[in-house]
């Protein structure tokens, strides 16, 4: 059985596409898989944030196209970056284990401290937010593009900072550039933050995807969706959520600013197999404290 896997064109979306296709190749070497890598609308305009030129669904404008039209099976995303909202054919098939969830605080190379006359590059207003609560005072402002291009600029001198996410640091190799790590109480990561989710027809055989999967990722992630879909967030707002699982139990911890900057945070627990409808409760419950 031959399947084509559709991946935005940068490196670390090559690398993350590749370590599910070596995951399936293990578990079903009977599969012939081929990579098929694309630019997306968002990896072409890096002038404007993301809010004012449609959103995260940009970056799977293409992708999607590709599965719909045939010339795709499936598609791999870095979770985080998907729209809350799932299209009924071309459902969500499979979770990958999480990789470090966190956010972190990259320097210049050879640097150890913030220069304050420059500004940190930040595109996230959930990251940007929630380090200004951190560093008062210190300016953020956007930076756009891959991660080698955000580095780049970093190091040209652009920037005093960047805030990026460990997960892509990790999968790069790159590791070495953290400067400091956020913990989730400092700094609440985006929904799906960490995880690689596979995309697919409505009518794909989900047996060439049997064993992959990551059922802790998969109800983590789900939970984590419906919050912010609940909150009608996207890159737009900076709402995060974050969960975690211990046995049959789901703890997830959530994040809500209205547009007037009042933030407030909460966590509820219940079973794992409720996940969706506990982050749906906790959405409404905060957002009713700031009514």
């Not at 207003?125 to 780049?152: D, I, S």
């Not at 049997?210 to 802790?216: E, V, Y």
């Not at 809500?256 to 079973?271: A, L």
Request: net charge negative.
């Amino acid at each position: 059985m031959k399947l084509r896997v559709a991946s935005r064109e940068s490196r670390l979306a090559v690398i993350q596409s590749e370590l599910v296709m070596e995951g399936l190749s293990r578990l079903h070497p009977e599969l012939e898989l081929e990579l098929v890598t694309m630019k997306t609308t968002g990896d072409r305009i890096l002038d404007r944030t993301l809010d004012k030129i449609g959103g995260k669904g940009l970056f799977v404008r293409e992708l999607d196209a590709a599965l719909r039209e045939g010339r795709a099976d499936l598609s791999v995303h870095s979770c985080k970056d998907l729209p809350m909202e799932e299209a009924p054919d071309l459902p969500l098939l499979a979770f990958s284990a999480r990789e470090d969830p966190r956010d972190v605080l990259v320097l210049p190379q050879g640097v150890q401290e913030l220069d304050p006359a420059k500004p940190v590059g930040c595109a996230s207003p959930r990251r940007a937010l929630q380090f200004q609560a951190l560093y008062p005072g210190v300016r953020v402002e956007p930076v756009r593009g891959n991660l080698q291009t955000r580095l780049r600029k970093l190091d040209e001198g652009q920037f005093s900072a960047l805030i990026l996410a460990a997960a892509g640091l990790r999968r790069l190799g790159l590791e070495e550039r953290i400067f400091r790590i956020f913990s989730p109480e400092e700094m609440l990561p985006a929904a799906g933050q960490g995880i690689l989710a596979v995309q697919g027809r409505a009518d794909l055989d989900p047996a060439c995807l049997a064993g992959w999967g990551d059922p802790d990722s998969r109800d983590c992630a789900l939970a984590e969706r419906a919050f912010v879909r609940m909150l009608g967030g996207g890159c737009s707002s900076p709402v995060a959520a974050y969960a975690t699982t211990a046995g049959e139990t789901l703890t997830l911890h959530g994040l809500y600013v209205t547009p007037e900057d009042q933030m407030v945070r909460g966590t509820v627990c219940g079973p794992r197999t409720q996940g969706p409808d506990l982050a749906a409760g906790l959405a409404r419950r905060l957002k009713e404290e700031l009514a």
